[in-house]
């Protein structure tokens, strides 16, 4: 099964303006003309208005704050468009297919508590026991658990208490200060890296899971149903690709915000999200999967024109502004091919001469990989003539 080609980009249908593109030049001129038809009509002459004439002047005046009311009237106009609408217009847009906004959302970690010294009872651990990295952001238990006999450890889900995309900015081993001493515990930490938290849902997350809705009312396991699944489950999530590599089986893989490719904690959730009766097909079996990588070094000496040096410092600051937005595009969506030819057009567009790009070359990317850069070398080269 190939992705899914059949929807077109939001971006790619046609751009409205409920105002026929009018623009505050042609409305002054318009009203200085008009100004001057009007005049001619009732004595029959021609008049000159000079750009310091007061008669100018309040027409000017006028026209600003009309062309106000001619904004304000194309913004409500593209307010009831899909690919225009914002905040809380979009969020009315949503109502119509049962769509909301999500809320920020709490990261989700597993903790290990564990004894010196198994005990000949068990130990529990109570639900909402709480545990940090030292910085005053804390992590719940979400069940209780219990060592059981014989047995030093237990493995236990928590959720951050602050909601939000700060509480993935953890690694394996960083919480474990346990808050709320639990008798014969003798030690606990992170064993997975904390992920699901996020903030609140963008527009453009609500948009693209809008679009997409009516992919959801179907029974037959559609790519773009699974697509509005896997968006459904966190608003953290950036791209998402959907295969079937041999009959019955749907395997997805996915991407989080900035590119970042999903842990144990992020493909667990949604693998158990995609299985509930209502979502999965009875026949398939869905696989969820962190994408590949293909990894590439970037190398590049880029040069400036002699004509441009008073500005030589702005252009350096801009190319190298270039080549972050660069490998972030590359890194941003699954089966993206690397291609340097991309990267050479934004280093020309941020106002240098030229650039020597030794790597990366153009490479293929597969639909289940993702490009990851491995080493950076941008050097300046220095002016050139013209």
Not at 334 to 361: C, F, H, W, Y
């Amino acid at each position: 099964m190939a992705i899914n080609n059949n929807l077109r980009p939001i971006e790619e249908y046609p751009d409205i303006s409920f105002i026929e593109n009018y623009t505050m030049e042609q409305l002054a001129a318009d009203m200085v003309q008009w100004f001057k038809d009007k005049r001619k009509g009732l004595t029959g002459e021609d008049i000159v208005l000079g750009k310091a004439d007061d008669r100018r002047i309040i027409l000017l005046t006028g026209a600003y704050f009309i062309y106000q009311g001619y904004m304000y009237t194309d913004d409500a106009g593209k307010m009831g468009l899909l690919k225009y609408s914002r905040s809380d217009y979009l969020e009315n847009l949503g109502a119509l297919k049962h769509i909301y906004r999500k809320e920020a959302a709490g990261a989700t970690t597993t903790i290990r508590f564990s004894m010196n010294t198994a005990r000949n009872t068990t130990t529990g651990i109570p639900r909402g026991t709480r545990l940090t990295a030292g910085d005053g952001v804390y992590f719940s238990t979400e069940e209780y658990g219990e060592i059981v006999i014989g047995e030093t450890q237990v493995d236990i889900s928590a959720l951050c208490t602050v909601a939000g995309a700060a509480g993935n900015n953890y690694d394996i081993g960083d919480i474990k200060t346990i808050v709320d001493p639990v008798p014969f515990i003798d030690g606990a930490m992170n064993i997975t890296k904390p992920e699901n938290g996020a903030d609140v849902e963008s527009d453009d997350s609500l948009r693209q899971r809008i679009y997409i809705a009516p992919a959801s009312y179907s029974t037959a396991g559609s790519i773009d149903s699974y697509e509005y699944f896997v968006r459904e489950y966190s608003a953290d999530i950036l791209n998402v690709r959907v295969i079937s590599p041999e009959p019955g089986v749907v395997r997805i893989s996915y991407l989080l915000d900035r590119g970042v490719i999903p842990g144990e904690e992020s493909i667990t959730g949604l693998q158990e999200y995609l299985s509930q009766s209502d979502i999965r097909p009875l026949t398939d079996k869905v696989e969820v999967v962190a994408p590949g990588t293909v990894e590439y070094d970037l190398s590049i000496t880029y040069y400036i024109n002699q004509s441009d040096q008073n500005r030589a410092n702005v252009i350096q600051q801009k190319v190298n502004e270039a080549v972050e937005e660069y490998t972030l595009w590359q890194k941003t969506e699954i089966g993206r091919d690397i291609n340097p030819d991309v990267l050479m057009e934004k280093i020309i567009s941020a106002g240098a001469k030229r650039a020597e790009i030794t790597s990366p070359q153009f490479t293929i990317v597969s639909d289940t990989a993702v490009a990851s850069l491995v080493t950076q070398a941008v050097i300046y080269g220095g002016l050139e003539y013209d």
